[in-house]
């Protein structure tokens, strides 16, 4: 027996696969152990049960017997190495293999018997190796052609009967697969709208996740830069404080140092008078001991004695604590000035580069406030969001709101800056900043400036000849977009007026050549305009 016609006969006629744990009815037919036990449940409910098969009567549950020798021949042949090929079904006895097979026929064909054979639309080729016995019913070997939806089983002429009998509502096959292909377009637009979800849903993550890393950054860095400023500040004050009390000391100290001198000779001439005095106990000479205090040693004991130590002249005062304590206020306050930018930060953000937009010969510093033309090529991933050319969009966009900040520029190569809308082509002639309605900006090259929008250029000069400094605002309400040149004052150059319908991302392009340095854009911090 051919191997194909053996594993027909070793299919379960449910599940069309090769008998496992194979159970065997009253009425001889055999069938998988969990096909047949479904089948029997759903007859249950009517308490008639038949053969799926023969579809004889039986009068009640029929206790599944196992058959073991199908069992075992399943397992073997399940065992057994695949057959090389199916066979030419003109060819028999002898196995030649087949090239093709003919759905319309159920057939297998050779290279010789194909060249014969119908070249009908009706007749449909397919592979050697897709078995026809899918399309034939089980029992009764005809072809499939009707599906039962009581059932859920695909019926031939003669299986179709037994169903009418029954009352079950049949379909043809191509009917019943054109509603179960219109059912699985449903799910599948379904499935690809959720999908679609999830994408947007996982971009806007991403996108509020650069966001707040690119935040984190600004904050950092002020953060930073307040404590360099706090300490510097710190360090002068105390400085100044620690002046202010040796200042104090040295000045005490020197008044303190004269008074001390003058006492100590005031000391040393009382340590005479006394010796002096002393000296006139030992004389015996009435006459000279009174002739000697007539002397201006003596004063009248009557008289009151104004002794001028008693009132302590040379109490002087103590350092002066109330002056260096308000010196000491007044540094700490002009300290707490550096903190209270804090409550300032709402109103600046730090306008960031979107590296992922970058183009690979841009070079992008670590802060992500500065963009220079490069030789190198960074080989950065292919996406849509980035630039082919020598483009970068910043990371915040704007929907409301007034804004303003600055630029500065190198004096080598050339650049662009300006602003445009997320759906910008990233590629090509229109990717470039003013070629089309999305983009407005200001380009600048060997000292002269371009306005340019929507493929229209204007040239402007700038006041100074080589302006290296811009300031740009924002007025996303009104729909104005303005340039002007920043040195000591600032010269308006140009008003773009525009009826925004985008969020607006900042939009930066620098070039350069192999002869001269690289053109650098630095972008200042953003502030919103009250």
């Not at 009640?60 to 058959?67: C, S, V």
């Not at 002249?313 to 103590?318: E, L, Q, S, T």
């Amino acid at each position: 027996m051919a191997a194909a016609d053996l594993r027909e006969e070793l299919n379960c006629s449910l599940c069309l696969s090769i008998y496992k744990d194979p159970v065997t009815l009253m009425c001889g037919h055999n069938f998988c152990q969990e096909c047949i036990d479904p089948v029997l449940n759903s007859q249950e409910g009517n308490g008639v049960y038949s053969c799926p098969n023969c579809r004889e009567h039986l009068p009640e549950r029929p206790a599944l017997r196992k058959n073991s020798v199908l069992s075992n021949i399943a397992q073997r042949f399940q065992s057994l190495p695949p057959a090389e090929a199916n066979v030419c079904a003109f060819c028999l006895p002898d196995e030649v293999p087949a090239v093709i097979c003919c759905q319309h026929c159920e057939a297998f064909l050779c290279d010789h018997h194909l060249r014969f054979h119908s070249k009908s639309s009706k007749h449909v080729f397919s592979e050697p190796t897709t078995l026809p016995e899918h399309k034939r019913c089980s029992v009764h070997k005809k072809p499939l052609e009707y599906f039962c939806s009581v059932d859920s089983a695909c019926l031939c002429v003669l299986c179709k009967q037994d169903c009418e009998l029954h009352g079950h509502d049949l379909q043809s096959l191509d009917d019943a697969a054109k509603s179960k292909k219109k059912t699985l377009r449903n799910i599948y637009d379904k499935l690809s709208s959720k999908r679609g979800r999830a994408e947007e849903k996982i971009q806007s993550l991403k996108w509020h996740d650069k966001k707040i890393n690119a935040k984190a950054i600004g904050i950092t860095r002020r953060l930073n830069t307040m404590h360099i400023d706090m300490k510097e500040q710190l360090t002068v004050l105390f400085n100044d404080v620690l002046k202010e009390v040796s200042r104090q000391a040295e000045q005490m100290s020197l008044t303190l140092l004269d008074l001390i001198k003058h006492l100590e000779i005031e000391k040393d001439e009382l340590y005479s008078k006394m010796d002096h005095v002393g000296q006139l106990f030992n004389v015996s000479d009435p006459v000279m001991v009174i002739q000697e205090s007539k002397g201006n040693y003596f004063c009248n004991e009557d008289e009151e004695e104004d002794d001028e130590y008693d009132k302590e002249p040379y109490v002087m005062g103590d350092l002066d604590e109330s002056l260096i304590s308000q010196t000491l206020h007044e540094g700490l306050s002009n300290v707490m000035k550096v903190a209270q930018e804090i409550k300032d930060w709402r109103e600046y953000t730090d306008l960031l580069l979107d590296i992922d937009t970058a183009g690979n010969y841009l070079h992008v510093s670590e802060d992500l406030k500065t963009v220079s033309w490069s030789k190198e090529n960074w080989n950065r991933p292919e996406t849509p969001q980035r630039f082919q050319s020598f483009q970068v969009l910043s990371i915040k966009c704007f929907s409301s709101g007034r804004h303003h900040w600055e630029v500065e520029m190198s004096k080598s190569g050339g650049w662009a800056v300006g602003m445009c809308y997320p759906s910008i082509e990233r590629k090509g002639d229109l990717s470039a900043i003013g070629a089309d309605s999305k983009s407005w900006g200001l380009l600048g090259f060997i000292n002269k400036f371009f306005l340019r929008h929507d493929g229209k250029q204007m040239v402007v000069s700038p006041q100074n000849g080589s302006c290296c400094r811009l300031r740009i605002d924002l007025d996303y309400e009104d729909g104005q977009l303005s340039f002007s040149e920043r040195d000591d004052s600032v010269r308006h150059l140009h008003t773009f007026k525009a009826n925004f319908t985008e969020p607006l991302h900042a939009v930066f392009w620098v070039s350069g050549n192999k002869n001269q340095e690289d053109c650098v854009v630095r972008i200042k911090l953003c502030k919103k305009v009250k």
